[in-house]
Protein backbone atom coordinates (compact mmCIF):
# COMPACT_ATOMS: atom_id res chain seq x y z
CA UNK A 1 0.00 0.00 0.00
CA UNK A 2 1.33 3.07 -1.09
CA UNK A 3 1.56 6.29 1.32
CA UNK A 4 0.35 8.53 -1.21
CA UNK A 5 -2.31 10.50 -0.44
CA UNK A 6 -1.60 9.34 3.56
CA UNK A 7 -2.27 12.33 5.91
CA UNK A 8 0.53 13.56 7.71
CA UNK A 9 1.65 11.42 10.50
CA UNK A 10 2.07 11.51 14.11
CA UNK A 11 5.64 12.49 15.35
CA UNK A 12 7.62 9.90 17.26
CA UNK A 13 7.47 10.17 21.23
CA UNK A 14 9.44 10.28 23.94
CA UNK A 15 8.68 7.04 26.00
CA UNK A 16 11.15 5.45 28.51
CA UNK A 17 12.12 1.65 28.50
CA UNK A 18 10.46 -0.61 31.11
CA UNK A 19 12.42 -1.42 33.83
CA UNK A 20 14.29 -4.69 33.96
CA UNK A 21 15.76 -7.35 36.60
CA UNK A 22 15.56 -4.06 38.75
CA UNK A 23 17.82 -1.28 37.19
CA UNK A 24 16.17 1.38 36.31
CA UNK A 25 17.59 3.38 33.17
CA UNK A 26 17.47 7.21 32.97
CA UNK A 27 17.80 6.56 29.04
CA UNK A 28 14.62 7.52 26.89
CA UNK A 29 13.85 6.03 23.91
CA UNK A 30 12.09 8.23 20.65
CA UNK A 31 9.62 5.54 19.72
CA UNK A 32 6.63 5.77 17.34
CA UNK A 33 4.40 4.74 20.02
CA UNK A 34 3.06 6.10 23.49
CA UNK A 35 3.37 4.97 26.87
CA UNK A 36 0.26 3.07 27.58
CA UNK A 37 0.90 -0.32 26.46
CA UNK A 38 3.08 -0.47 23.53
CA UNK A 39 4.07 -3.64 22.57
CA UNK A 40 6.46 -5.61 25.46
CA UNK A 41 9.86 -5.02 24.11
CA UNK A 42 10.45 -8.34 26.23
CA UNK A 43 7.71 -10.34 24.27
CA UNK A 44 9.34 -8.67 20.72
CA UNK A 45 13.06 -10.30 21.90
CA UNK A 46 11.33 -13.46 22.33
CA UNK A 47 11.23 -14.18 18.62
CA UNK A 48 13.84 -15.64 17.02
CA UNK A 49 12.85 -15.18 13.56
CA UNK A 50 13.62 -19.22 13.12
CA UNK A 51 10.53 -19.19 10.37
CA UNK A 52 8.15 -22.11 11.64
CA UNK A 53 5.50 -19.42 11.79
CA UNK A 54 5.63 -18.85 8.12
CA UNK A 55 3.60 -21.91 6.80
CA UNK A 56 0.81 -21.35 9.64
CA UNK A 57 0.33 -17.41 8.56
CA UNK A 58 -2.51 -17.20 5.99
CA UNK A 59 -1.50 -14.15 4.45
CA UNK A 60 2.32 -15.35 3.96
CA UNK A 61 0.65 -18.55 2.75
CA UNK A 62 -1.06 -16.09 -0.30
CA UNK A 63 1.45 -13.93 -0.75
CA UNK A 64 4.79 -15.21 0.14
CA UNK A 65 5.56 -11.40 1.66
CA UNK A 66 8.05 -11.50 4.47
CA UNK A 67 6.30 -8.28 6.13
CA UNK A 68 3.01 -10.09 5.77
CA UNK A 69 4.38 -12.96 7.99
CA UNK A 70 4.31 -12.42 11.86
CA UNK A 71 8.01 -12.27 11.94
CA UNK A 72 8.22 -9.76 9.51
CA UNK A 73 5.32 -7.79 11.61
CA UNK A 74 7.35 -8.63 15.04
CA UNK A 75 10.22 -6.89 12.98
CA UNK A 76 8.52 -3.97 12.18
CA UNK A 77 6.91 -3.58 16.04
CA UNK A 78 10.53 -3.59 16.89
CA UNK A 79 11.60 -0.93 14.62
CA UNK A 80 8.74 1.59 15.44
CA UNK A 81 9.19 0.83 18.82
CA UNK A 82 13.10 1.67 18.64
CA UNK A 83 12.14 4.85 16.71
CA UNK A 84 13.79 3.92 14.02
CA UNK A 85 10.71 3.95 11.94
CA UNK A 86 7.49 6.13 12.34
CA UNK A 87 4.04 4.74 11.60
CA UNK A 88 3.84 4.97 7.87
CA UNK A 89 0.41 3.94 5.71
CA UNK A 90 2.85 1.05 4.62
CA UNK A 91 3.95 -0.04 7.56
CA UNK A 92 -0.04 0.01 9.31
CA UNK A 93 -0.84 -2.05 6.27
CA UNK A 94 1.20 -4.90 6.85
CA UNK A 95 -0.31 -5.08 10.50
CA UNK A 96 -4.37 -4.37 8.91
CA UNK A 97 -3.27 -7.28 7.05
CA UNK A 98 -2.76 -10.02 9.90
CA UNK A 99 -6.50 -11.74 10.28
CA UNK A 100 -5.32 -11.78 14.17
CA UNK A 101 -6.01 -15.99 13.99
CA UNK A 102 -3.14 -16.62 15.94
CA UNK A 103 -2.23 -19.74 13.90
CA UNK A 104 1.64 -18.48 14.32
CA UNK A 105 1.22 -19.11 18.44
CA UNK A 106 1.00 -22.81 18.69
CA UNK A 107 3.37 -23.26 15.35
CA UNK A 108 5.80 -21.24 17.37
CA UNK A 109 8.72 -23.15 18.99
CA UNK A 110 9.88 -20.30 21.01
CA UNK A 111 6.51 -19.69 22.36
CA UNK A 112 6.24 -15.81 21.06
CA UNK A 113 3.07 -14.24 22.75
CA UNK A 114 2.03 -12.85 19.12
CA UNK A 115 -1.71 -12.42 20.54
CA UNK A 116 -0.44 -9.64 23.22
CA UNK A 117 2.00 -8.21 20.49
CA UNK A 118 -0.74 -7.46 18.30
CA UNK A 119 -2.90 -6.43 20.41
CA UNK A 120 -0.65 -3.85 21.99
CA UNK A 121 0.15 -2.47 18.23
CA UNK A 122 -3.39 -2.15 17.05
CA UNK A 123 -4.31 0.07 19.99
CA UNK A 124 -1.28 2.19 18.95
CA UNK A 125 -2.44 2.24 15.55
CA UNK A 126 -5.69 3.37 16.42
CA UNK A 127 -4.80 6.00 18.46
CA UNK A 128 -1.40 6.85 17.10
CA UNK A 129 -2.28 6.54 13.14
CA UNK A 130 -4.29 8.80 11.12
CA UNK A 131 -6.23 6.84 8.92
CA UNK A 132 -7.49 8.45 5.22
CA UNK A 133 -10.84 10.04 5.33
CA UNK A 134 -12.91 6.85 3.94
CA UNK A 135 -11.14 4.25 5.55
CA UNK A 136 -12.34 6.01 9.10
CA UNK A 137 -15.91 6.37 7.64
CA UNK A 138 -16.15 2.73 6.73
CA UNK A 139 -14.79 1.50 10.10
CA UNK A 140 -16.53 3.91 12.20
CA UNK A 141 -19.27 2.47 10.39
CA UNK A 142 -18.74 -1.01 11.10
CA UNK A 143 -18.45 -0.32 15.04
CA UNK A 144 -21.14 1.71 14.99
CA UNK A 145 -23.92 -1.37 14.01
CA UNK A 146 -21.93 -4.41 14.96
CA UNK A 147 -21.26 -4.27 19.00
CA UNK A 148 -24.47 -2.60 19.02
CA UNK A 149 -27.91 -5.32 18.97
CA UNK A 150 -30.90 -2.78 18.67
CA UNK A 151 -28.29 -1.29 15.60
CA UNK A 152 -28.13 -4.66 14.65
CA UNK A 153 -31.81 -5.48 14.82
CA UNK A 154 -32.15 -2.37 12.27
CA UNK A 155 -29.48 -3.60 9.90
CA UNK A 156 -31.14 -7.02 9.95
CA UNK A 157 -35.01 -5.52 9.16
CA UNK A 158 -33.32 -3.66 6.12
CA UNK A 159 -31.63 -7.00 5.23
CA UNK A 160 -35.22 -8.59 5.48
CA UNK A 161 -36.80 -5.79 3.53
CA UNK A 162 -34.25 -6.10 0.95
CA UNK A 163 -34.65 -9.82 0.85
CA UNK A 164 -37.98 -9.37 0.58
CA UNK A 165 -38.18 -6.80 -2.37
CA UNK A 166 -35.64 -8.73 -4.67
CA UNK A 167 -33.13 -6.03 -3.92
CA UNK A 168 -30.22 -8.75 -2.74
CA UNK A 169 -30.55 -11.13 -5.52
CA UNK A 170 -30.63 -7.95 -7.83
CA UNK A 171 -27.01 -6.66 -6.20
CA UNK A 172 -25.73 -10.52 -5.97
CA UNK A 173 -26.23 -10.52 -10.17
CA UNK A 174 -25.14 -8.83 -13.09
CA UNK A 175 -26.81 -5.56 -12.12
CA UNK A 176 -24.74 -5.30 -8.83
CA UNK A 177 -21.61 -6.01 -10.58
CA UNK A 178 -22.22 -3.05 -12.65
CA UNK A 179 -24.08 -0.14 -10.36
CA UNK A 180 -23.64 -1.23 -6.62
CA UNK A 181 -19.98 0.28 -4.73
CA UNK A 182 -17.94 -2.65 -4.20
CA UNK A 183 -18.38 -2.44 -0.45
CA UNK A 184 -22.51 -3.04 -0.93
CA UNK A 185 -22.08 -5.61 -2.93
CA UNK A 186 -19.44 -7.21 0.16
CA UNK A 187 -22.10 -6.92 2.69
CA UNK A 188 -24.85 -8.33 0.35
CA UNK A 189 -22.42 -11.04 -0.04
CA UNK A 190 -21.60 -11.77 3.63
CA UNK A 191 -25.19 -11.07 5.00
CA UNK A 192 -27.31 -14.06 6.17
CA UNK A 193 -31.50 -14.41 5.03
CA UNK A 194 -32.74 -13.14 7.86
CA UNK A 195 -36.03 -13.52 9.19
CA UNK A 196 -38.54 -12.05 11.56
CA UNK A 197 -36.89 -13.82 14.83
CA UNK A 198 -33.54 -11.82 13.90
CA UNK A 199 -35.52 -8.41 13.52
CA UNK A 200 -36.80 -8.99 16.76
CA UNK A 201 -33.77 -10.29 18.30
CA UNK A 202 -34.83 -11.83 21.25
CA UNK A 203 -32.41 -13.81 23.89
CA UNK A 204 -33.08 -17.42 24.48
CA UNK A 205 -35.57 -18.52 27.08
CA UNK A 206 -33.63 -19.71 30.46
CA UNK A 207 -34.43 -23.53 30.98
CA UNK A 208 -34.41 -26.08 33.64
CA UNK A 209 -33.13 -29.61 33.18
CA UNK A 210 -34.60 -31.56 30.83
CA UNK A 211 -36.71 -34.03 32.66
CA UNK A 212 -37.37 -32.51 36.38
CA UNK A 213 -34.30 -33.47 38.00
CA UNK A 214 -31.68 -31.23 39.81
CA UNK A 215 -29.14 -29.35 38.04
CA UNK A 216 -25.62 -31.30 37.14
CA UNK A 217 -23.98 -27.40 35.89
CA UNK A 218 -25.78 -24.20 36.37
CA UNK A 219 -24.52 -22.11 33.11
CA UNK A 220 -24.82 -18.70 32.21
CA UNK A 221 -25.20 -18.26 28.54
CA UNK A 222 -23.98 -15.85 26.76
CA UNK A 223 -25.66 -14.64 23.32
CA UNK A 224 -23.49 -12.52 21.86
CA UNK A 225 -24.12 -9.67 19.64
CA UNK A 226 -23.90 -10.70 16.18
CA UNK A 227 -25.05 -13.90 17.13
CA UNK A 228 -28.11 -13.41 19.06
CA UNK A 229 -29.35 -11.18 15.66
CA UNK A 230 -28.01 -12.96 12.62
CA UNK A 231 -27.73 -16.62 13.78
CA UNK A 232 -30.70 -16.85 17.09
CA UNK A 233 -31.09 -20.13 16.34
CA UNK A 234 -27.39 -21.26 17.56
CA UNK A 235 -28.77 -19.57 20.64
CA UNK A 236 -31.63 -21.40 20.86
CA UNK A 237 -30.29 -24.93 20.24
CA UNK A 238 -27.70 -24.03 22.79
CA UNK A 239 -29.79 -23.39 25.96
CA UNK A 240 -32.03 -26.80 24.63
CA UNK A 241 -29.15 -28.78 24.02
CA UNK A 242 -27.49 -27.49 27.98
CA UNK A 243 -30.69 -28.65 29.16
CA UNK A 244 -30.94 -32.19 27.63
CA UNK A 245 -27.24 -32.73 29.25
CA UNK A 246 -29.07 -31.72 32.68
CA UNK A 247 -27.84 -28.35 33.15
CA UNK A 248 -29.81 -25.38 34.32
CA UNK A 249 -29.40 -22.58 31.69
CA UNK A 250 -29.51 -18.68 33.10
CA UNK A 251 -29.52 -15.90 30.66
CA UNK A 252 -29.05 -12.16 31.59
CA UNK A 253 -31.26 -10.31 30.11
CA UNK A 254 -29.37 -7.16 30.16
CA UNK A 255 -25.97 -8.45 28.83
CA UNK A 256 -24.80 -7.03 25.94
CA UNK A 257 -21.51 -7.10 23.21
CA UNK A 258 -18.54 -8.72 25.08
CA UNK A 259 -15.74 -6.14 23.30
CA UNK A 260 -14.38 -8.86 21.34
CA UNK A 261 -14.69 -6.93 17.90
CA UNK A 262 -13.54 -4.00 18.95
CA UNK A 263 -10.49 -5.31 21.14
CA UNK A 264 -9.17 -7.13 18.19
CA UNK A 265 -9.37 -3.96 15.62
CA UNK A 266 -7.61 -2.21 18.44
CA UNK A 267 -10.36 -0.14 20.15
CA UNK A 268 -9.50 -0.77 23.60
CA UNK A 269 -11.38 2.13 25.56
CA UNK A 270 -14.91 0.89 24.55
CA UNK A 271 -13.87 -2.90 24.31
CA UNK A 272 -12.90 -3.07 27.75
CA UNK A 273 -16.05 -0.78 28.72
CA UNK A 274 -18.10 -3.11 27.31
CA UNK A 275 -16.02 -6.03 28.89
CA UNK A 276 -16.77 -4.77 32.29
CA UNK A 277 -20.63 -4.26 31.69
CA UNK A 278 -20.34 -7.79 30.61
CA UNK A 279 -18.39 -9.20 34.02
CA UNK A 280 -21.44 -7.13 35.73
CA UNK A 281 -23.89 -9.63 34.23
CA UNK A 282 -22.04 -12.56 34.77
CA UNK A 283 -20.53 -12.59 38.20
CA UNK A 284 -23.12 -14.48 39.77
CA UNK A 285 -21.47 -17.04 42.14
CA UNK A 286 -24.37 -19.49 41.77
CA UNK A 287 -22.78 -19.74 38.48
CA UNK A 288 -20.16 -22.95 37.20
CA UNK A 289 -19.82 -22.38 34.12
CA UNK A 290 -20.47 -19.69 31.24
CA UNK A 291 -21.17 -20.98 27.99
CA UNK A 292 -19.76 -19.31 25.03
CA UNK A 293 -20.79 -20.22 21.63
CA UNK A 294 -18.81 -17.31 19.79
CA UNK A 295 -14.83 -18.53 19.39
CA UNK A 296 -14.44 -14.73 18.81
CA UNK A 297 -16.32 -14.12 21.94
CA UNK A 298 -14.49 -16.66 23.94
CA UNK A 299 -11.12 -15.62 23.36
CA UNK A 300 -11.23 -12.65 24.28
CA UNK A 301 -13.59 -13.52 27.91
CA UNK A 302 -10.80 -16.24 28.95
CA UNK A 303 -8.74 -13.16 29.10
CA UNK A 304 -11.03 -10.86 30.90
CA UNK A 305 -8.00 -11.14 33.65
CA UNK A 306 -5.09 -10.01 31.80
CA UNK A 307 -7.33 -7.19 30.22
CA UNK A 308 -8.45 -5.69 33.16
CA UNK A 309 -5.55 -6.39 35.38
CA UNK A 310 -4.64 -2.49 35.72
CA UNK A 311 -8.19 -1.74 37.06
CA UNK A 312 -8.32 -2.03 40.95
CA UNK A 313 -11.75 -2.21 40.80
CA UNK A 314 -12.51 -4.99 38.27
CA UNK A 315 -9.43 -7.00 38.03
CA UNK A 316 -10.73 -9.68 40.47
CA UNK A 317 -14.26 -9.71 39.49
CA UNK A 318 -13.42 -10.00 36.37
CA UNK A 319 -10.40 -13.08 36.87
CA UNK A 320 -13.53 -14.54 38.57
CA UNK A 321 -15.70 -14.44 35.63
CA UNK A 322 -12.95 -15.55 33.05
CA UNK A 323 -12.03 -18.74 34.79
CA UNK A 324 -15.81 -19.85 34.58
CA UNK A 325 -15.63 -19.39 30.63
CA UNK A 326 -15.94 -22.38 28.35
CA UNK A 327 -16.78 -22.91 24.71
CA UNK A 328 -20.11 -24.75 24.94
CA UNK A 329 -18.58 -27.95 23.73
CA UNK A 330 -16.39 -28.03 26.71
CA UNK A 331 -19.24 -28.28 28.80
CA UNK A 332 -21.18 -30.79 26.62
CA UNK A 333 -17.71 -32.99 26.82
CA UNK A 334 -17.72 -32.24 30.12
CA UNK A 335 -21.39 -33.24 30.98
CA UNK A 336 -20.88 -36.10 28.99
CA UNK A 337 -23.65 -37.44 26.53
CA UNK A 338 -27.64 -38.01 27.19
CA UNK A 339 -29.04 -41.33 26.64
CA UNK A 340 -30.70 -40.20 24.20
CA UNK A 341 -28.81 -39.03 21.14
CA UNK A 342 -30.40 -40.60 17.87
CA UNK A 343 -28.67 -41.66 14.73
CA UNK A 344 -27.65 -38.77 12.59
CA UNK A 345 -26.15 -40.25 9.31
CA UNK A 346 -24.19 -37.29 8.03
CA UNK A 347 -21.23 -36.91 6.36
CA UNK A 348 -19.50 -33.81 7.99
CA UNK A 349 -16.63 -31.89 7.89
CA UNK A 350 -15.34 -29.81 10.72
CA UNK A 351 -13.82 -26.76 10.65
CA UNK A 352 -11.15 -25.11 12.96
CA UNK A 353 -12.21 -21.78 14.20
CA UNK A 354 -9.30 -20.17 14.38
CA UNK A 355 -9.88 -18.30 17.88
CA UNK A 356 -11.46 -21.73 19.36
CA UNK A 357 -8.59 -23.91 18.36
CA UNK A 358 -5.59 -21.36 18.00
CA UNK A 359 -6.50 -19.01 20.42
CA UNK A 360 -8.29 -21.05 23.24
CA UNK A 361 -6.50 -24.48 22.28
CA UNK A 362 -9.66 -26.33 22.04
CA UNK A 363 -9.53 -29.04 19.54
CA UNK A 364 -10.51 -32.11 20.43
CA UNK A 365 -13.70 -31.08 22.54
CA UNK A 366 -15.78 -30.33 19.51
CA UNK A 367 -14.70 -33.33 18.18
CA UNK A 368 -15.33 -35.91 20.77
CA UNK A 369 -19.16 -34.72 21.17
CA UNK A 370 -19.81 -34.97 17.77
CA UNK A 371 -17.95 -38.13 17.34
CA UNK A 372 -21.00 -39.17 20.07
CA UNK A 373 -23.73 -38.74 17.35
CA UNK A 374 -24.62 -42.08 16.05
CA UNK A 375 -23.85 -42.77 11.98
CA UNK A 376 -22.39 -39.40 11.89
CA UNK A 377 -19.07 -39.74 10.11
CA UNK A 378 -16.56 -36.16 11.18
CA UNK A 379 -14.36 -35.38 8.27
CA UNK A 380 -11.11 -33.59 8.31
CA UNK A 381 -10.37 -31.04 5.54
CA UNK A 382 -7.08 -30.14 3.61
CA UNK A 383 -5.38 -27.17 5.39
CA UNK A 384 -8.05 -27.49 7.95
CA UNK A 385 -5.76 -24.58 9.89
CA UNK A 386 -5.92 -22.38 7.55
CA UNK A 387 -8.41 -19.28 8.62
CA UNK A 388 -11.28 -18.99 6.25
CA UNK A 389 -10.64 -14.99 5.73
CA UNK A 390 -13.34 -14.23 8.60
CA UNK A 391 -11.63 -12.93 11.14
CA UNK A 392 -13.90 -10.94 13.09
CA UNK A 393 -14.31 -7.37 10.92
CA UNK A 394 -11.77 -8.33 8.40
CA UNK A 395 -13.42 -9.59 5.67
CA UNK A 396 -15.54 -6.10 5.41
CA UNK A 397 -11.73 -4.31 5.94
CA UNK A 398 -9.20 -6.90 3.94
CA UNK A 399 -11.99 -7.75 1.26
CA UNK A 400 -9.92 -9.11 -1.76
CA UNK A 401 -7.57 -11.48 1.27
CA UNK A 402 -10.72 -12.21 3.04
CA UNK A 403 -12.01 -13.48 -0.85
CA UNK A 404 -9.15 -15.50 -1.24
CA UNK A 405 -8.78 -17.64 1.82
CA UNK A 406 -12.65 -17.84 1.83
CA UNK A 407 -12.39 -19.36 -2.17
CA UNK A 408 -9.27 -21.73 -0.66
CA UNK A 409 -11.37 -22.88 2.20
CA UNK A 410 -14.52 -23.50 -0.04
CA UNK A 411 -12.34 -25.90 -2.31
CA UNK A 412 -10.90 -27.41 0.94
CA UNK A 413 -14.65 -28.09 1.90
CA UNK A 414 -15.60 -29.47 -1.71
CA UNK A 415 -12.37 -31.87 -1.65
CA UNK A 416 -14.02 -34.21 0.95
CA UNK A 417 -17.28 -34.32 -0.58
CA UNK A 418 -19.25 -34.05 2.46
CA UNK A 419 -22.90 -33.63 3.47
CA UNK A 420 -22.37 -30.02 5.45
CA UNK A 421 -19.97 -28.27 7.52
CA UNK A 422 -19.89 -27.20 10.95
CA UNK A 423 -18.27 -24.42 12.75
CA UNK A 424 -18.03 -22.97 16.20
CA UNK A 425 -18.21 -19.17 15.53
CA UNK A 426 -20.89 -17.39 13.46
CA UNK A 427 -18.23 -15.11 11.76
CA UNK A 428 -17.32 -18.66 10.04
CA UNK A 429 -20.32 -19.94 9.08
CA UNK A 430 -21.47 -16.73 7.10
CA UNK A 431 -18.23 -16.54 5.47
CA UNK A 432 -17.92 -20.15 4.71
CA UNK A 433 -21.43 -19.98 3.67
CA UNK A 434 -20.69 -17.14 1.13
CA UNK A 435 -17.54 -18.75 -0.03
CA UNK A 436 -19.38 -21.68 -0.67
CA UNK A 437 -22.31 -20.10 -2.69
CA UNK A 438 -20.00 -18.07 -5.13
CA UNK A 439 -17.72 -21.02 -5.96
CA UNK A 440 -19.82 -22.90 -7.10
CA UNK A 441 -23.04 -24.13 -5.39
CA UNK A 442 -24.09 -23.79 -1.21
CA UNK A 443 -22.77 -26.25 1.24
CA UNK A 444 -25.02 -26.26 4.44
CA UNK A 445 -23.04 -25.19 7.49
CA UNK A 446 -24.15 -25.65 10.90
CA UNK A 447 -22.92 -24.72 14.64
CA UNK A 448 -21.95 -27.82 16.29
CA UNK A 449 -24.90 -27.69 18.55
CA UNK A 450 -26.90 -27.52 16.08
CA UNK A 451 -26.09 -31.41 14.91
CA UNK A 452 -26.49 -31.57 18.36
CA UNK A 453 -29.93 -30.77 18.83
CA UNK A 454 -31.14 -32.42 15.46
CA UNK A 455 -29.58 -35.83 17.15
CA UNK A 456 -31.23 -34.95 20.61
CA UNK A 457 -34.57 -34.43 18.39
CA UNK A 458 -34.29 -36.94 16.12
CA UNK A 459 -34.75 -34.67 13.53
CA UNK A 460 -33.06 -32.20 10.79
CA UNK A 461 -29.94 -29.95 12.35
CA UNK A 462 -31.72 -27.39 10.99
CA UNK A 463 -35.02 -27.32 13.25
CA UNK A 464 -34.18 -24.30 15.08
CA UNK A 465 -34.07 -22.79 12.34
CA UNK A 466 -37.05 -20.16 10.53
CA UNK A 467 -39.01 -20.44 6.94
CA UNK A 468 -36.10 -19.13 4.48
CA UNK A 469 -33.06 -19.49 6.05
CA UNK A 470 -29.84 -21.26 4.87
CA UNK A 471 -31.45 -24.90 5.47
CA UNK A 472 -35.04 -23.73 5.05
CA UNK A 473 -35.64 -25.63 7.98
CA UNK A 474 -38.58 -24.99 10.34
CA UNK A 475 -38.06 -22.87 13.98
CA UNK A 476 -40.03 -25.15 15.83
CA UNK A 477 -38.38 -26.13 19.62
Not at 44 to 62: E, K, M, N, S
Not at 332 to 359: I, N, S
Amino acid sequence: MSDEGMTPQLPLVESKPPVAAGRVSAAAVRSAFDSHHPPDPDLIADCVHCGFCLPACPTYVLWGEEMDSPRGRILLMDLAQRGERPLTGDMVAHWDACLGCLACVPACPSGVAYDQLLESTRQQVERRFRRPLRERMWRGGIFSVLPHPAALRVAAGALWLGQASGLRAWLAGSGGERYAPALVQTLARLAPVVNRRAVLGRLPAPRRPAGGGPARLRVGLLAGCVQRVMEPHVNDATAAVLAAYGAEVRVPRAQRCCGALELHAGRERPALDRARRLVAEFEDPALDRIAVNAAGCGAVLRTLDRLLADDPEWSERAAAVAAKVRDITEILDELGPPPTLQPLPLRVAYHDACHLAHAQGVREAPRRVLRAIPGLELLEIPEGDLCCGSAGTYNLTEVAASRDLGQRKAANLRSVEADCVVAGNPGCLLQIRASMAASGGALPAFHPVELIAGSLLASDPGRFRAPGSVSGQSDRI
